[in-house]
Nanobody
Framework: QVQLVESGGGLVQAGGSLKLYCAASDRTFSGYAVAWFRHASGKGREFVAQIGWTGTYTYYVDSVKGRFTISRDNAKNTAYLQMNSLKPEDTAVYYC????????????????WGQGTQVTVSS
């Protein structure tokens, strides 16, 4: 069973940047699709970005396109979410998730989840 641990969240001013990290406990992570989701207060959990197991395929929700970049380093069992030009509406708890299937935007497809990391963007 893969365990995922997110880090890198924090408080940043609007327009600033943060880089989130998702560290996996197992080398099987290299064969998993990975996604980032976020959960803002008062809203449902939202898909943000995904990356295939080779790192070649990526996909983003429209609201973060051009600002966020998902990547991975399978040698380090780690995935990343670089977030630039942050906006107050990006404030949420960010979760990474992984599963052994193909890329998907559906929360229910992802078997493994981290505990989340808080991102707060002040105006």
């Amino acid at each position: 069973q893969v365990q995922l641990v997110e880090s890198g969240g924090g408080l940043v001013q609007a327009g600033g940047s943060l880089k989130l990290y998702c560290a996996a406990s197992d080398r099987t992570f290299s064969g998993y699709a990975v996604a980032w989701f976020r959960h803002a207060s008062g809203k449902g959990r939202e898909f943000v970005a995904q990356i295939g197991w080779t790192g070649t395929y990526t996909y983003y929700v429209d609201s973060v396109k051009g600002r966020f970049t998902i990547s991975r380093d399978n040698a380090k069992n780690t995935a990343y979410l670089q977030m630039n030009s942050l906006k107050p509406e990006d404030t949420a708890v960010y979760y990474c998730a992984a599963w052994s299937g193909s890329v998907s935007t559906r929360e229910s497809d992802y078997r493994y989840w981290g505990q989340g990391t808080q991102v707060t963007v002040s105006s």
